[in-house]
């Protein structure tokens, strides 16, 4: 059953990377491959009640599988209608520049440090929207979308809110606010540098930006701003709900999502239906990509399948069994979230190692913050944000080994072997 079920998911994996070779739309492959995972595990049941706890199991991971599926759609439904007010004008024409070397550096960071205060997702989400307003050449664009998918990451692992792993460690007691930051805020920097300072020699000359499009919006600069401004703030309230109710994080995005909505109903109130529509919620939704949240969903689906049938827990106690350095099993951990989610990766570490064997803020957990928020940054399909980008800009998965992995896989042990020297400098 173990070997059907891992025959079927690497089988599933070659399809999604080879897309563009064999004409297969990747959310097909993906929602397909977690299909047969799940079909195949519950086939092998034997007994009724081997079938009951099977059908459990899938229900208990779709529950957390169904809020990352809510927490997408909301955060790209509210950038969708910022964008269709043109609210990102606020931010685009703060961005005075067209060397291609700026943008990047500029770009770049701003993901870097809106991925600690949001999420890495949304923050990907919102920057790759904006990127369209700023560059109109399509594979010129997809180098900036690689940067910021390194960026969000790297951004997301110092902070207990910016990455689902972090936010797992930091609620499970592993790591604590005052320690993660000041630990990782120089290797996450650096995880950012290298690849930065690396494509800057590469990239040169002046962007092309999207020409002016007619005026074609009802809109005025009164709306556009108050448009602009709730929807950035509910987005930043999403961690701040969370702490305050303890409420999954789909949850906090949601009500942002409504109390939106209520918002660009009040300010269009009063005009006809067909001038109205082109800025509604509505409008928004039908927008939205929905092959992505497809390719997301058969994902997540598939990996889930992996870990109900024990073969993720199996595959990090055989590598605490053959691997004696912890450095070398945690550094193996981000590598492998590449390849899998880190999610249920940093859970089996979790579980294989109780805090009285490495006590809270031990320099063991910092790192796996690190390297499983950084980790997943080396391949597209690694982690959400890289999903997300590669749905909303259809990015290849060779196209970004060879031109954007290598080179988060450079930040990755730059950012990790600063750690090392760090911890024991200190």
Request: charged share 15%.
């Amino acid at each position: 059953m173990s070997a059907t079920i891992i025959t079927i998911f690497i089988f599933g994996y070659i399809a999604i990377a080879f897309e563009h070779y064999i004409k297969l739309n990747k959310a097909a492959s993906a929602l397909l491959t977690g299909v047969l995972c799940w079909t195949v595990y519950i086939m092998s049941g034997s007994e009724v009640t081997d079938i009951h706890f099977i059908s459990e199991q899938l229900m208990e991971h779709f529950s957390g599988i169904a809020g990352i599926l809510f927490f997408l759609l909301g955060a790209m439904t509210i950038v969708e209608l910022v964008d269709a007010h043109d609210g990102f004008k606020a931010v685009t024409g703060l961005i005075k520049t067209d060397d291609k070397r700026k943008l990047l550096w500029i770009v770049s960071f701003f993901a870097f440090f809106l991925s600690a205060v949001l999420d890495n997702l949304t923050t990907t989400i919102v920057m790759v929207s904006l990127l369209r307003k700023l560059i109109s050449d399509n594979k010129e664009r997809l180098f900036f979308a690689g940067m910021i998918v390194i960026a969000a990451n790297a951004g997301g692992a110092w902070s207990p809110i910016g990455d689902v792993t972090t936010t797992m460690l930091w609620i499970g007691g592993q790591i604590t606010t005052g320690k993660i930051i000041p630990l990782l805020i120089l290797p996450s920097i650096i995880c950012l540098m290298v690849p930065l300072i690396v494509i800057s020699f590469a990239v040169k000359g002046k962007t092309n930006s999207p020409a002016a499009e007619i005026e074609k919006t009802a809109t005025n600069p009164f709306e556009r701003n108050v448009i602009f401004i709730t929807g950035i703030c509910a987005l930043i309230f999403v961690p701040v709900f969370k702490t305050i109710t303890h409420l999954p994080p789909f949850m906090g995005m949601l009500f942002g999502l409504s109390i939106l909505w209520i918002v660009a109903e009040i300010i269009h109130m009063g005009k006809e239906e067909e001038i109205k529509y082109p800025f509604s919620i509505v409008r928004a939704l039908e927008k939205i990509d929905t092959s992505c949240v497809l390719f997301f969903l058969g994902i997540l689906i598939a990996i889930s399948a992996l870990e109900s049938t024990g073969l993720l827990r199996q595959l990090a106690s055989t590598m605490d069994e053959k691997i004696e350095n912890q450095n070398i099993i945690v550094l193996s951990i981000g590598l492998l979230s590449a390849i899998i989610d880190n999610v249920p990766l940093v859970a089996a570490s979790m579980g294989m190692y109780p805090l009285s064997v490495f006590p809270t803020d031990h320099y063991f957990w910092v790192f796996i913050a690190y390297c499983a928020g950084t980790g997943g940054s080396i391949l597209i399909i690694g982690s959400a944000a890289g999903v997300a980008a590669m749905g909303m800009e259809k990015i290849e998965f060779f196209w970004y080994i060879k031109k954007i992995g290598w080179l988060a896989l450079l930040g990755y042990f730059g950012g990790a072997f600063f750690y090392l020297f760090q911890s024991q400098l200190f």
